[in-house]
T-cell receptor
């Protein structure tokens, strides 16, 4: 069964700290892995998408890595800010007829000023 | 360019009532999706439409029906709402629905069934 897991479920850090969010997946046959941000009461905003052939992607203070062999992805946030507080979701895209996304349950991040 | 829009934003229903959730996209995308998000469960696919005129079941279709009205609009209907359908519902779309293609999400509809 294709499953995506995110640990920890919640994380609180002081402003300025670097942090890593973890995502693991059971089926390595993914097309890509995507990280989303979800603010309270809002929809999902795509942050980074890593193709299965790539090892990492960077956008500003965000860096996402992908290791298919171990079934893991990480999202690194440098110099965290209170505005980074949100829920972060990862999703493995397994393609197929549905362009199927399997979502993790998310990590709720709080950056304390 | 509004992207993916959903109406209503919030809704409270009584058990047994019916309602339709509306979704529209202005990106000329072929594929559209309905997900539900429950605490501790992540987002799960209810139905999808690979192109205008086609719809197929996802992971959790029971209790729902969908209509792909045209290329822009994809509606989700609850014929007889149950408390188990209390959830946040997200609509998404992607260009061709090709494997690995990015999906763009709407802001969600928060539904409470009493």
């Amino acid at each position: 069964k294709q499953e995506v897991t995110q640990i920890p479920a919640a994380l609180s850090v002081p402003e300025g700290e670097n942090l890593v969010l973890n995502c693991s997946f059971t089926d390595s046959a993914i097309y890509n892995l995507q990280w989303f941000r979800q603010d309270p009461g809002k929809g999902l905003t795509s942050l980074l998408l890593i193709q299965s052939s790539q090892r990492e992607q960077t956008s500003g203070r965000l860096n996402a890595s992908l290791d298919k062999s171990s079934g893991r992805s990480t999202l690194y946030i440098a110099a965290s800010q209170p505005g980074d507080s949100a829920t972060y979701l990862c999703a493995g895209n397994y393609g197929g007829a549905t362009n199927k996304l399997i979502f993790g349950t998310g990590t709720l991040l709080a950056v304390q000023p | 360019n509004a992207g993916v829009t959903q109406t209503p934003k919030f809704q409270v229903l009584k058990t047994g009532q019916s309602m339709t959730l509306q979704c529209a996209q202005d990106m000329n995308h072929n594929s559209m999706y309905w997900y539900r998000q429950d605490p501790g469960m992540g987002l799960r696919l209810i139905y999808y439409s690979a192109s205008e005129g086609t719809t197929d079941k996802g992971e959790v279709p029971n209790g729902y029906n969908v209509s792909r009205l045209n290329k822009r609009e994809f509606s989700l209907r609850l014929e007889s709402a149950a408390p188990s359908q209390t959830s946040v519902y997200f609509c998404a779309s992607s260009g061709l629905g090709a494997p690995g293609e990015t999906q763009y999400f709407g802001p969600g509809t928060r539904l409470l069934v009493l």
